[in-house]
């Protein structure tokens, strides 16, 4: 029974091992890829504030125009075609 015990501990001990490895794996990754795209994504929801307090807002025009003749509008960081 003691034996028995044991084996059942070192079990647990080694699952619990492995999924703080994984854990950590994940949060790595995930660290990872919000460091790669972090200043995309403070731009895009820059860009989206701005959409939600001023809708009406049309923007700066671009100095070029859109392919198919439209002009391109800026909002936040990005010109988007009209």
């Not at 994984?22 to 790669?36: D, F, K, P, Q, S």
Request: charged share 15%; with cysteine.
């Amino acid at each position: 029974m003691n034996q028995w015990l044991r084996e059942r501990m070192q079990r647990k001990g080694q699952s619990m091992v492995e999924f703080a490895l994984i854990l950590v794996l994940i949060a790595v990754v995930c660290i990872t890829v919000i460091t790669v795209t972090g200043n995309q994504l403070a731009l895009t929801f820059t860009d989206i504030q701005e959409a939600v307090t001023s809708p009406d807002d049309p923007g700066d025009t671009a100095p070029y125009t859109c392919p198919g003749g439209g002009t391109a509008v800026l909002h936040g960081h990005k010109y988007h075609c009209h």
